[in-house]
Antibody, heavy 121, light 111 residues
């Protein structure tokens, strides 16, 4: 069964750092394009980052230079490193699998349950 | 952040059909066939119902259909059921943002 399970979210002070994990089962993380998408409380969805199967990574302007997406092939896990956190980064962070690779990465057909990050002093 | 324009809320009776619009620009919907639609029930993760404008993932009812004309995409749900209630989000690739952008979401109520 294809499944994504996120973890690592918690309450953290502004300026702090955090690493989110997404444990992947049912497929190899290295073979698929993987995304992080977030949703602030009561708000809509916001794409955060994508990691291509080939290793290239791209970010939303709002997180560029502060967040880093990566993966551990041996653990079949996707990560999102968050640094210099701001109040506006407070959100549920979802790990997602893209429908396909190349020009089919824009849609996500598998989503995790999400992990909550709260940035507050 | 670029946002696609969706109506904030819509309502319709069970058994009827409804069409949710999603308006973008020539930098996103108008240029790429990368429109997706997601259904999100309260407290749950989003669920993909349409991708690449008019494709249904495996397991999604044929009551859901998608289309595009110019800079506007549409999601039509026919034979509405109570379980169709929730928030619906459209998305598209944008070369202006060099990113996937989402609509603000439409809250669908099945009366």
């Amino acid at each position: 069964e294809v499944q994504l399970v996120e973890s690592g979210g918690r309450l953290i002070q502004p300026g702090g750092s955090l690493r989110l994990s997404c444990a992947v089962s049912g497929f190899s993380v290295i073979t698929k394009y993987m995304n992080w998408v977030r949703q602030a409380p009561g708000r809509g969805l916001e794409w955060v980052s994508v990691l291509y199967s080939g290793g290239s990574a791209y970010y939303a302007d709002s997180v560029k230079g502060r967040f880093t997406i990566s993966r551990d092939n041996s653990k079949n896990t996707l990560f999102l490193q968050l640094k210099s956190l701001r109040d506006e980064d407070t959100a549920i962070y979802y790990c997602t699998k893209a429908v396909g690779n190349a020009n089919k990465w824009f849609a996500s057909d598998v989503w995790g349950q999400g992990t909550m990050v709260t940035v507050s002093s | 952040q670029s946002v696609l324009a969706q109506p904030a809320s819509m309502s319709e009776s069970p058994g009827q059909s409804i069409t949710i619009s999603c308006t973008g620009t020539t930098s996103d919907i108008g240029r790429y066939n990368s429109v997706s639609w997601y259904q999100q029930s309260l407290g749950k993760a989003p669920k993909l119902v349409i991708y690449e404008v008019d494709n249904r993932p495996s397991g999604i009812s044929s009551r859901f259909s998608g289309s595009k004309s110019g800079n506007t995409a549409s999601l039509t749900i026919s034979g509405l059921r109570s379980e169709d209630e929730g928030d619906y989000y459209c998305s598209s690739y944008s070369d202006r943002a060099t990113a996937v952008i989402f609509g603000g979401g439409t809250k669908l109520t099945v009366l």
